[in-house]
């Protein structure tokens, strides 16, 4: 909706899946980065009215946080979830690396650790040869959907957070065409 120019729209659909989701708020930068991109040419139209909708998405994450010390009698209840010591990228990747080697390839935890960091170095991989083929905005909004969960210090979670990263299925969409044709 944001590239036809529909700001309200857009800001609805970032306000509900900011509410709901993680990734939600890194659609807001996304949208952010389009809007500079639609009105950069001229400053007076970029300080039109429609730029307060650009001020409704942050509002679903700023509800849920009112929902969580209305029930729990915390905003940060989702803090003890985040780690008190961010684990950079490499980390994460020499850690699978090493629990693909170590862990016993006939249990369960092999074949979790397998899908998980096969979807995570697969993410890694389209996310740098897709930098300069997808628009800049959603190539933030896959980079930030990918590296902010593996500050965590795994790839946990990584095919549920994938799933909703629209510019990953649409470069490995157009990627997996051109590998076709060749």
């Excluded at 807001?28 to 650009?54: A, C, G, Q, R």
């Excluded at 074949?111 to 993410?123: D, H, M």
């Excluded at 997808?134 to 933030?140: A, D, E, G, T």
């Amino acid at each position: 909706f944001m590239r036809q120019k529909k700001y309200l729209l857009s800001a609805i659909v970032a306000l509900f899946a900011s509410y709901t989701r993680m990734s939600g708020i890194f659609l807001w930068v996304m949208l952010l980065i389009e809007y500079y991109n639609n009105h950069k040419d001229n400053f007076k139209n970029f300080l039109k009215p429609s730029t307060l909708f650009l001020l409704i998405p942050p509002l679903g994450a700023l509800y849920y946080l009112n929902y969580l010390q209305v029930n729990t009698g915390s905003f940060l209840k989702f803090l003890p979830t985040i780690p008190t010591k961010f684990v950079f990228l490499h980390q994460v990747i020499i850690r699978y690396l090493k629990m693909l080697l170590f862990v016993d390839h006939g249990s369960t935890l092999f074949w979790t650790v397998l899908t998980e960091g096969l979807i995570g170095f697969l993410c890694l991989y389209f996310l740098i040869i897709s930098y300069n083929k997808l628009r800049f905005s959603y190539w933030v909004y896959f980079f930030l959907s990918f590296f902010i969960p593996t500050l965590w210090g795994n790839f946990v979670g990584m095919p549920r957070f994938v799933i909703v990263v629209f510019p990953f299925f649409m470069f490995l969409s157009e990627w997996l065409n051109t590998k076709s044709r060749v």
